[in-house]
């Protein structure tokens, strides 16, 4: 069955304001999180992952959350740009397999 | 440096045909994956190589698809004969030999459309 799963499939936000996109999880065995961004016409992305063991990470303009306790992974993007505007993708990786939810269309208005 | 690479970029086929996807991993990479995302569904892992070796083909859906890896450098994923539930986008990915909490890099897929 599904371990990993995405609680909105689309988000809209306007340009410059902060986004930010949820994923729910169910499987605690994980290693780790991983957000993927997929644009048209190309493949997933790697953006940022984050560790089981570990609550926050920050990248550039992105910063993921992990709570274990609710089981909820979330990725913020800082001052969201119109390059920005994908297909945003929540993974788990146990061992060398990845797991992915269903996937977050994001647009960016200008 | 090269990414990953994949051929074709499309693929329109007729319901019992065969396909073969190729996948190039980029250079020095042991570690190869097959994924595919069929319309509106999560992508799912199909397998993964580590060199010519299958390590985890537990995601294969069926008998008619067939990967392999001879060299331990590209991959073909066979599809024998298609059906039209084949039809979606499959990925490779790579990623080098060693840890597990490795990136995988992703190619830009094979848009496979069984009629």
């Known amino acids: 069955g599904e371990s990993v799963g995405l609680h909105l499939p689309t988000l809209s936000v306007q340009e410059g304001d902060n986004s930010i996109i949820n994923c729910a999880y169910s499987?605690?065995?994980?290693?780790?999180f991983i957000w993927y961004k997929q644009e048209s016409g190309k493949g997933p992305q790697f953006i940022i992952d984050?560790?089981?063991?570990?609550d926050k990470r920050q990248g550039q303009r992105v910063t993921v959350l992990l709570n274990k306790t609710v089981k909820h992974l979330s990725l913020q993007i800082a001052a969201t740009q119109p390059g920005d505007s994908a297909v945003y993708f929540c993974?788990?990786?146990?061992?060398?397999?990845?797991?992915f939810g269903a996937g977050t269309t994001v647009t960016v208005r200008a | 440096e090269a990414g990953v690479t994949q051929f074709p970029s499309h693929s329109v086929i007729e319901k019992g045909q065969t396909v073969t996807l190729r996948c190039d991993p980029i250079?020095?990479?042991?570690?190869l994956y097959w994924y595919r995302r069929v319309m509106g569904k999560e992508i799912k892992f199909l397998l993964h190589?580590?060199?010519?070796?299958?390590?985890?083909e537990s995601g294969m859906p069926n008998n008619r698809f067939l990967a392999e890896r001879t060299g331990g450098t590209y991959s073909t994923l066979k599809v024998q004969p298609a059906e039209l539930e084949d039809s979606g986008v499959y990925f490779c990915?790579?990623?080098?030999?060693?840890?597990?909490?490795?990136?995988?890099?992703f190619g830009p897929g094979t848009r496979l459309l069984v009629l």
């Open positions: 990915a790579s990623s080098q030999d060693g840890l597990k909490g490795e990136t995988q890099y």
């Open positions: 499987n605690s065995a994980s290693d780790y």
């Open positions: 984050i560790r089981s063991n570990m």
């Open positions: 993974a788990e990786r146990r061992g060398y397999k990845l797991s």
């Open positions: 250079s020095g990479h042991d570690n």
């Open positions: 190589f580590v060199k010519e070796s299958k390590q985890d």
